[in-house]
């Protein structure tokens, strides 16, 4: 397109933008390819997008004040790609201010285009209009969100020791966010119950909506239960970002049913104080359930803790002693809840990610007929991809090898630290040594060309998996979780850089780069954690249990290069007794590069130790396999034979397989 083409272009661009002809605006400019669009008209192609958004083609919205608050985000993704362009450009500043005062409904990012734009044009009165209105905006927030110890202050003064639903509050602003609206459902004038909203805000980036009147209501729980203080309980679901919570919008099941599940949940036991809410419980109507609205299949639920909050958000404590217990309504599929009945909930959990459960999706695959498509693998720690795509979704002035820094900061620690598993030691032994003598390997490389951009905790032995589970795998419910923690380092370092939205924010951590100094940082950090991590999580050290009867005897398998933890009876280990019964269970995945999965007995450990199996808490333990083998060495032919294996040893010194029948018999 030549400069006469493009001046006409912008000319009719221009006529349609003011008779609110946004589409043809939109259609008119996506039609040239856009390596060839130039700057000029992709900010008008932003600027189209963003009054489609707000105001629709022939001012359909008038002002009703609703927006789309997808093609908003992708009007300011467009901004992000001229960035380097329009930082000096009133015009760009301008579109970014009304941008992301509309996408994200908060003054503050605003506010910083908004001066910029009146810095660059101090004459604009527009500009100086939009400079007052988010300084409104500000101050309006401000006043909503209190100094959060001034507020609980207040609320402590204001409330009585009896006052329930006062402490509910406080609870629910300290741990969930502070709201400022609120549903309010008398349907049932006996049971009064209001639901509060809390809006998309960092480390949560979706709405959580909560209870507050639930827990005046005593559920019935049997005596022996009653240490467990479950009897009060309030209930809340997370929304998606774009979510419609209006009132109009509330009307139309599609955006309404949530709120009517989490209502429904919430009546039962105030209806009925026999029904007793807790953690997993399973809720469904009939048989096979209803689907919960037209446009999804989820049909029941289960309540779990509200884990992405952290574990103190799980329960309120009142002046009284009792509790008052948050559970999250996670709508299921069918299958779903099938499955949890027959398998239990930690069976359901461990088809997926927790992320994929916790914010409301009408259509997110089904945990259990969709187990291949969503490819959960519970032994990885962190992938390249997810840093990709965020790098790719939200423009990050960044390369893609950023993606890659915290897992080289992590796996480096874990090599100087030997917490290595020794199949991942046998395979690239020459990088771990390399790291360790400080050659200045770029582990980025590394895990991107070898290691397929992953980290797994079956790179690490039973201490390093045990830490990389608890602090890596971005369990939020821990008070520690690495990913968080870079973040937080990052926002630190780049205090008063302008966050165009709430999910650039959260991505703070890939601007951590690739430096000695944050090595050192990182490394630090990590040294606290994994010393908090052994004092308060890690029991039942299996290098604590040391096999005396191998003491003295020679190395057999000293070439081994698969786990080296096995399970064995002190008859074995101490006594140095022969082994007769080798069992090989599957371990969990998680742990598959340290314990081997053998457990090992003598075969007499009833006559020693008694009958029944009280002896495998005190005369069983991890133990090395390679001790084990030094005491018995007729055992290493049988090391890699697969998961379900069990030989016993016969009177005749032959090994036979044992099969288990349905009714535990065993059968040569």
Known sequence: MNQAEEAKLLEQIERWNDVDEFSRCIDAIEAIPEQERGYLLTLKLSRAYSNLAVLSDNSAHGEDGEVDGELLRHAIRLLESIRSQGENDPYWNARMGYSCLMAYSSAATAYEYAKRWLALAPDDPDAQKLVLDCEKYLEEEKALELDLQERTEIIREETPDDDILGFVRLHIDQYFGV????????????????????????????????????????????EERREEKLERAELLINLPRDWKLTKADCREERWSWPIRMLLATARFPMEDPEVGLESRTTLMEGEDGVPFAKDTDLRGAILLWPGPFGQDAFACCLPDGEEVNFYQVIPLYREEIQYKLERGADALLDLCPDESLEVIDPHRLNVVTDWEKIGYDPAEMDNAETHLKKIQDLHLPVNELAAYNLMAFYLGWTMKRGQMSNPFLSRYREVVEAVRSGEGLDLRAFIRDELNGKLSTQFFDRRGSSFAQWYAQDNRSNPYVYRRDCRNIALAGLEGRTWSSIAEEEAAYLFLSYTEQNRWSIEQLLDERFEAFLKTEFVDDPEERVAQAAKGKPAVISDWDGPLVCYASDRVAQDGCKVRLIDRLFPEREDMGWESGWALYSGDEDEVYGEGNEYYKSHCGYYDIRDICRIDPDIIPFLNLPYGTTQMLGEDGAWYEVIDEDEGEEEA
């Open 179 to 222: 709201y400022s609206e609120m549903i309010h459902d008398d349907s049932d004038p006996e049971y009064p119950l209001d639901i509060v909203i809390i809006a998309p805000r960092l480390e949560h980036d979706y709405y959580t909506l909560v209870t507050i009147g639930l827990s005046r209501c005593r559920m019935n729980f049997p």
